[in-house]
């Protein structure tokens, strides 16, 4: 293939942009200014039920980590605004900018944690650590839990969350999937016509979408909102997508 200079100019000044738009240094770019400066626009605010889910689950016993791709001021940012100031009381372990899917599908040795800037062998609670791999938060998390159990992982992104958790790891998967919400919109008020319409994303006449069938393989249980959580007992065994109960969302 021939591929002209001008082509190649038009590459480089693209990523050039998309790389000055999302830089999180010193506000640089439109997106994280916007962000800050429209936070309210964005970013909703979680329930004091969900809050209190939370901190019922670390009262209990239940260890409660955040990872998050996110870097850490721009974490503090979303987190104060949507939990509150004391945002970390809700949290055993926070992990920032944990670079998924490299986070489960890097080798162990390639991918160490860092706090304050100093890599840390093993993790020990009650602080704010960088990068990392899965294998350390499940060592952790299996060493210091007061009674046996599961490790549910909550996550919103097929190619981020959803795969490489399932693929890398034994940790039961809850997927969010937003646009579930809209479900009922799509797939039932669809109406027949002579022209080709836009059906359900998910699939239609109890036949599923290819996304709809992988996710429902892939998942454990499927939430179209993290505040569905709160209607799980905090000693309940989770409903998960095979058993049909009711809590899960399905597109049928």
């Known amino acids: 293939a021939v591929v002209s200079t001008q082509s190649r100019n038009f590459y480089v000044d693209l990523i050039a942009s998309f790389v000055h738009n999302f830089n999180p240094d010193n506000n640089a770019g439109s997106y994280f200014p916007s962000i800050e400066r429209h936070i309210d626009m964005y970013i909703l605010k979680a329930s004091t039920e969900l809050r209190n889910k939370l901190l019922a689950l670390r009262e209990g016993g239940t260890k409660v980590i955040l990872i998050t791709a996110s870097d850490i001021p721009y974490t503090e940012l979303l987190m104060s605004h949507s939990y509150g100031k004391d945002w ?27 706090r304050d800037g100093i890599v840390v062998e093993e993790l020990t609670g009650g602080g704010t650590y ?45 997927a969010v999937v937003l646009e579930g919400k809209l479900m009922h919109v799509t797939a039932c008020e669809h109406k027949k016509s002579d022209t080709i319409g836009w059906s359900s994303f998910f699939g239609e006449r109890n036949e599923p979408s290819m996304y709809a069938g992988r996710l429902f393989e892939l998942a454990d249980l499927t939430l179209t909102d993290v505040e569905e959580l709160t209607l799980l007992g905090v000693d ?17």
């Open 88 to 114: 970390r009381s809700f949290f055993d372990l926070v992990c920032c900018k944990a670079r998924k899917p490299g986070f489960f599908s890097s080798t162990a040795y390639r991918r160490p944690f860092f």
């Open 236 to 252: 309940q065994e989770m409903p998960t997508n095979k058993t049909g109960n009711s809590f899960t969302f399905s597109p049928f």
């Open 130 to 174: 960088m990068e990392g791999h899965w294998t350390k938060v499940d060592k952790w998390v299996r060493h210091n839990s007061s009674k046996p159990g599961r490790i549910a992982y909550i996550g919103d992104s097929f190619k981020s969350d959803i795969i490489p958790t399932k693929v890398a790891t034994s940790w039961d998967i809850l």
